[in-house]
């Protein structure tokens, strides 16, 4: 895949992506494009034969892995994550109110969302809709109204003269999303509304008993490149489906004589303590479905290495001084190693090491970040996986600006970057994943 190829790609998946449930949906039929078999948790496996395989959880988490010998051969594991939401705006489960002639949605704020883009900007409403069928059945499909539905005005700055020098905003009665205008005194029934969105789809469900549902808001400009030579990419969802995309085309682009695995969790933004977060068992249950044997699965994630990716902070031209002046990751300069003494990033010296050999080898450049001793970290799935099953883990991911907007930004080059570093570790052979033992 060429550049040019990757970002046409990349804008596609991320597009037709815009909350987790989508994301895993488009990554399945990704993986299942190239040959990957589906499995189910609630089936019985037994020694799974050589083969490429894929499983999801709350249709928000997946795992796939390659096996090119058969688990109990004890072949070590080259194994990546990121994680599939971002944050955001979800709907309340009664959200419908009616004010002054408005039609508005109440909702939740999912993560640490900036929260000033969302204003003045077209809304869709996208998401997993439970609901009954005409024989009493329980079925769950995924809607996205792909057109704007939703916004959140500005107040004027005529009845707000200050809101310039100290905006403050309340969660509660500031994000209200208008939908509607209506004479009625009573807001329209929720349940047709979402009723209408799921026929758009699925025409048999016209009928439907909505039961319960799991929204989100998100901004209806698709992604576009920026800057006088296209030097930008900027859009929703960069952290952190740019790097769940580059791990999937790595991993069906790498070939099929390695044993690989990935996993992409949910609810990372939310501190992921889910089922299908990376505090929760998934990896863990399908790592033991694979190797019964207690002490094989050990052998063989001791000789692992996991490579967690979740975009780092580029350094902001305007705000220079948030950052430690001698780690200043900058956009198109490649994928960044980031670390912490205090393990809120896995890296240590030798996993950083062994990414750093996949870059040089990929022949793409390499950067690290390290946060002001002054200010907070943020974490990613990485501590979390490496507490959890005990691998050796290197924490890695593109430089970003507006992190956590509704709209980010990236460098054209370095998700290109990332994807070739990561069909390196993929394509390394056993012992190149390995971390050595120290000698005095």
């Not at 809607?143 to 005005?153: K, V």
């Not at 695995?261 to 479905?289: I, Y």
Request: glycine share 8%; charged share 20%.
């Amino acid at each position: 895949m060429q550049a040019s190829d990757y970002l046409d790609d990349l804008f596609s998946y991320i597009d037709r992506s815009p909350t987790a449930y989508h994301a895993v949906a488009n990554s399945a039929a990704l993986l299942r494009d190239h040959g990957f078999r589906q499995l189910r948790e609630v089936d019985t496996w037994g020694i799974l034969a050589p083969g490429s395989y894929y499983l999801t959880r709350n249709d928000a988490s997946l795992i796939a892995f390659t096996l090119s010998h058969s688990p109990q051969t004890g072949m070590p594991l080259r194994m990546a994550g990121a994680h599939t939401d971002s944050p955001g705006l979800k709907i309340k489960p009664n959200p419908m109110q009616m004010r002054h002639g408005c039609v508005q949605l109440g909702v939740e704020v999912y993560g640490g969302a900036l929260l000033a883009p969302w204003f003045d900007r077209p809304l869709s409403i996208a998401g997993r809709i439970s609901w009954s069928d005409s024989d009493g059945k329980l079925r769950c499909s995924l809607i996205d109204g792909q057109r704007p539905l939703a916004i959140i005005p500005s107040l004027a700055i005529h009845l707000d003269r200050e809101v310039n020098d100290k905006r403050s905003i309340n969660k509660q009665t500031d994000l209200v999303p208008l939908l509607a205008l209506s004479a009625e005194a009573a807001p329209p029934d929720l349940q047709a509304v979402v009723r209408d969105e799921l026929a758009r789809r699925h025409p048999e469900a016209a009928q439907a008993a909505i039961l319960a549902f799991d929204l989100f808001l998100y901004d209806t400009q698709p992604l576009c490149r920026v800057g006088l030579q296209g030097e930008f990419i900027t859009g929703g969802r960069l952290d952190n489906l740019l790097s769940c995309h580059a791990i999937l085309r790595a991993l069906v682009q790498s070939g099929a004589d390695r044993n690989r695995l990935v996993v992409l969790n949910d609810h990372e933004e939310v501190g992921s303590v889910s089922t299908s977060g990376a505090q929760g068992p998934f990896l863990k249950s399908v790592l033991e479905r694979l190797y019964p044997d207690t002490d094989l699965r050990q052998q063989v994630i001791a000789g692992s290495l996991f490579v967690s990716v979740d975009n780092a902070h580029a350094v902001h031209p305007n705000f220079a001084a948030k950052h430690d002046p001698d780690h200043l990751p900058l956009l198109n300069r490649g994928p960044v190693i980031k670390t912490n003494a205090n393990q809120r990033y896995a890296t240590n010296g030798l996993t950083g090491a062994l990414f750093r050999r996949f870059c040089d080898r990929a022949e793409v450049p390499c950067q690290q970040f390290v946060m002001r001793n002054d200010m907070a970290c943020g974490s990613t799935i990485g501590p979390l996986t490496a507490a959890e099953i005990g691998v050796a883990t290197v924490d890695v991911g593109v430089p970003q600006l507006a992190m956590h907007s509704i709209r980010e930004t990236i460098g054209h080059l370095d998700g290109w970057y990332l994807l070739r570093a990561l069909t390196a570790f993929f394509s390394a052979e056993d012992e190149g994943i390995r971390c050595p033992e120290a000698t005095s």
